[in-house]
């Protein structure tokens, strides 16, 4: 009895300690672009592939803009680094601007970049001063 409580103890640990990130492809989830709250999951482990049974080690969020169409992909990462915007160019009209983090719930909108918050708070400075 004290074994299977603890086993399902431990399972509430893993599953609380699980990384959440928001799902969803603004193709078949429009809400994904804005509105993307009921679309947050604990990322799971990898069933297949060649990374089978990893842990996911971040979330992404992914603009690709295809010939002007512009669409939102938001995902647990398994692999890669951080990225705030890395831009990448494919054929026929294709870019992607990737975004990268390893919070909970960080592929929610991008990062306020350093720079523009610097900008925006000397801004306020000298505003502030007049």
């Not at 592929?107 to 350093?114: E, H």
Request: charged fraction near 20%.
């Amino acid at each position: 009895m004290q074994f299977a409580a603890a086993v399902t103890l431990l399972c509430f640990v893993a599953a609380a300690s699980a990384l959440q990130c928001f799902t969803c492809n603004s193709k078949q989830h429009p809400e994904c672009n804005s509105h993307y709250e009921r679309h947050l999951k604990a990322c799971q482990p990898l069933s297949f592939g060649k990374f089978a049974n990893k842990e996911a080690i971040g979330c992404r969020k992914i603009e690709q803009d295809i010939n002007g169409e512009i669409s939102i992909v938001r995902e647990c990462a398994y692999t890669g680094e951080k990225f705030d915007g890395k831009k990448i160019s494919g054929t026929s009209g294709v870019t992607l601007y990737l975004y990268q983090c390893s919070g909970d719930r960080c592929n929610a909108a991008p990062a306020l970049s350093t720079s523009l918050a610097v900008a925006i708070l000397a801004t306020v400075a000298l505003l502030w001063r007049f």
